[in-house]
């Protein structure tokens, strides 16, 4: 699986770009937690779009660099799961 097949399986294909644009020094790292999260969701990700476009917007509403809410997507996921 590629970095867009991965996206695909989340329906985000569309994030593509500022996925991969969002580290601020260029590096990639933070693209393998897609790759895990598209394995590990593959037969059940539907909720998982709307779930990321609110974490996205609430980057943006409340972040001082929202870009980086990408490079967070699995921390994020994990706090909110454990936190309820």
């Known amino acids: 699986m590629n970095f867009k097949e991965a996206l695909k399986v989340l329906d985000i294909e569309?994030?593509?770009e500022?996925?991969?644009?969002?580290?601020?020094?260029g590096e990639l790292l933070?693209?393998?937690?897609?790759?895990?999260?598209?394995?590990?969701?593959?037969?059940?990700?539907?909720w998982f779009?709307?779930?990321?476009?609110?974490?996205?917007?609430?980057?943006?509403e409340n972040w001082k660099r929202p870009e980086s809410v990408f490079q967070h997507i699995s921390?994020?996921?994990?706090?909110?799961r454990y936190k309820k």
């Open 75 to 80: 921390q994020i996921l994990i706090e909110q």
């Open 14 to 16: 569309d994030y593509y």
């Open 30 to 46: 933070h693209l393998q937690q897609y790759f895990t999260l598209a394995e590990v969701f593959k037969n059940n990700a539907n």
């Open 18 to 25: 500022r996925i991969f644009k969002s580290n601020s020094h």
């Open 49 to 60: 779009r709307n779930w990321f476009k609110e974490v996205v917007q609430f980057a943006q």
